[in-house]
C-alpha cells in the first residue's frame, strides 16, 4: 500500500476519454496516478442517445473504471466528488478527503449549459451522463404509456409531442431514433393509440442543422429525417422551456417531452484553481494544455480552450479530448524523466459523425463525404471499434443486430426515478 | 377502437407469472383482455439476484408487456397503479381511470414484510422489483468504493461486511454471490483495500438454511457457502436493522449493508376487495380459486391462498403461480362460452431449486437429488429456457459465459438512485 512513498503523485480528475487517455500513457511512467470519479464507470457518451431511446443497456456503454485500469499497476482509482482544489497546498479536495498532487489534470468535462436559464433543466433534460439517459428513456416511454390511458385528445396530443432542442449530432440523433421507435418499435404495441401518429420536432436557433458539417450534408440530413417523420425547423431560437412546452421566437409547441441538445459549458474547474476562463467556463491553457503560472496544472478536453486567440477551436468530441490525454500523459512522463517534450499540442481532426436513423448517417473526412447506407455501416463500425473491452463491443453489435432485424429495442424498461 | 362493445371484460391485474398465464389463456377466447400493471415491464423475478450483483442488466430481465402482448389482439396494455375496486359498480380504480370488468383477476404478487418493523426497510431492502435490484446493486458497489478512501480500520471493515438476513433460496443465491464478487470479480481492481476480506454473514432465524429442501441438501449448501468464505448463522433472529448493523437475538453485527430476504407479504388485493384474507395477507380462494361469494373475482399466486385448511399449501414460486394463472383463464374462457370447467385447482410440485455461487447449485425433483456442478447446469439451463424472449435468452447465457470464463461481471454501473 505504500509503494507510492517518494513517487511524483499525478492526480487527474475526471474519467472520461480525456483522463483514462492521461492515465495510460502514464503507465510505465514512475509516477502514482490517482485518477478520481463521481462516477464508478467511464461512459462511452457517443452512444448514450441510444440508451436514452431503449436500444442498448446502460451496461453495455459504461464499464467500471477500476476494470480498465485493474492491470496498470501504479493507477489507483477514487471514486469522490472533487469539491475544490488547494493550489497552495497542492491538493484536491474531495470533502474530508485531501488528496495530494505533483501533478494535477483537469479533465472534468461539460455539463449542460440552458443560456442562464438553469430553471429549464427540469422540464428539459440533456444527455451527459448515464443518469441522464436512463432519465431521458424514462420519459419517452412514458410518455406513450400515458398518452394510451388519456381520454382528452388534445392531451393526448401533447403527451406524444417530442421536442428535441438542438441541431447538431446529439439532436440529430435523438430525433432520428424517437421517430424510429414510433414509426417501428412500438407500432403494434398499442390499442388506443397509433404511435406513428407521435410529433417529433428538431428545433435548431441556426439556420441549418449539422452546423460544423459541410451544407450538402446538413440538407441530406434535414432531408432524411423529414423522411422520416420529423419536423426540422431551423431559425427557431428557444425563449422557454417549461412542463407544459416549449416557447420559441416564433411559436410555441405543446409537449410533454423536451430533450435538450443545444449547448454545453464547462464543470466548475477553473473556480477550484482561480484560473482564467472563457464564456463556456474553459479554462484558457498555454500552448502545451498547461494553466498559465501554474506548469504543474493541466486542462484538457472540454475543461480547456486554447489561450491564444489565433490557434484553431478544437471541437468537443472524443477524439480530441484523447489526443489532449495523450499529449499531457508524454509530457508528465518526460518531465518525471527529466527530460522535455518542447513541442506544442496540435490537434488532428479526423472525421465528423453523425447518425440519422437506422439505415443513413453522415461522415466526413477530409475531402470524403458519405452519406446514407454506406455512411451508417462507417459509424457503427466505427463505434463498435471504439467501444472498449471485447464484451461490451460484442453485446452491442448483437444488441444492434437484433434492432436491425427485428425493429425491437431490447431495453424499454422504465426504472424509478 | 370499440372493437370491445358487448364482449365481456376480462380484467387482470398485475403482469406477473400468473397475470400472464391468464391473459395467454384468453388468446382465443372471445373476450376483451385488459391487463394492469404499475411497471411496463414483467420481471424474471429468479434472477432478480443477478441484477443486484451486477452480472446481468435490468433489461436482459424485463421484457415491455405490451412486446410480449403484441399479437394478442384481445388484449390491451395499461400502465397503472391500482388504487382500488369498486365491486358493486364492477371497476377497477387506477387514480382517475376507471376500468369496468365482467371477470377480474388479482395477481399482485407478494411484497416485503418486515414483521411489523416497516421502518426497517430503508436500511435492509428487499429484492421484488427491478428498481430493488438496482439499488441493492447500488449498495453492494458503493461500499466497496467507500471502504477505499475510508482510512478508519473499524469503519473499512464495517463497509466490508454484508449481511443477508433470511435462508431461503433469495438470502443462499445473494451470499453466494457476492461471495464470488468479494473473492473474484472485484480481486485486483481495488488498491487499498483487499476485497477478499469483505465479510459475508447470511443468517436464518430457523435451525437451517433452505429450509423447504431436504436437510441433506441444506447441509450441502451450508458447506458450499461456507468454502466461499459465507458464514452461516442459523438460529439467529433479526431484533432490529439499523444504519449501521444488525442486531440478533443472539448478538449484534456492525455493516453497511443488509440485503432483506426473509419475509414477504401479500399486497394490498384483500383490502380492495374486502375479502376474507390470512395472515400474510392473502386473499382466501375457493377450490377454482374464486373468491367466495363473488364468482367474477379470482386470486392467483402469491396474492391467495386456498380457505380449504386440509389443502396443501402452494409455494410462492413462479410456477405454481403459472398453473393458477392457466387454470383461471381456463375457467373464464369457458364460462365465456357457456360451458363449465368442475375439476378443481390442483398445483403439481415439480421442483426446488437454488444455486449457490458460481458452480453449484442444489436441485430436488421427486426422489431426484442433484448438488454441484450438475446441479448448476440444472439450474441455469432451465432458468434461460424459462426467460421469455429468444433475444433475451441469447444476450443472458452469453453474459453468463462470459463471466464464467472471466470472473468478470457486466453490469457493474452505479446508478443514482
Redesign the interface.
Known sequence: ?DQTQGRPQAVIVGAGFGGMEVASALARAPVDVTIIDR???HTFQPLLYQVATAAL????I?W?I??IL??QENA?????DVTGVDVAKRVVQ?GP?EIPYDFLVLATGAMHSYFGHDEWEDAAPGLKS??DA?EVRRRI??AF?RA??VDNPAERHRLLTFVIVGGGPTGVEMAGAIAEIAQHT?R?????IDPRAARIVLVEAGPRILPTFPERLSTYAQRSLERMGVEVKTDSLVTECRKDGVVLKNGRIGCDTIIWAAGVKASPAAQWIGAEADRAGRIKVGPQLEVPGRPEIFAIGDTAVLADPAALPIPGIAPAAKQMGKYVGRLIAARVAGSKITNYFAYRHFLDLATVGRKSAVVRRGRLQLTGYLGWWFWGIAHIYFLIGV??R??VA??WF?SYV?F?R???????R
Open positions: 500500500m462516477h464508478n464507470h443497456s446502460a451496461p453495455d459504461a467500471p477500476r476494470s485493474r492491470k489507483r482509482v477514487v471514486m469522490a474531495a478527503v448515464i443518469d436512463l416511454l412514458l404509456e394510451e390511458v412500438l403494434s404495441d398499442f390499442r388506443r464484451r461490451n460484442f453485446v448483437l444488441n437484433w427485428t425491437q431490447g431495453a424499454r424498461v422504465i426504472t424509478e
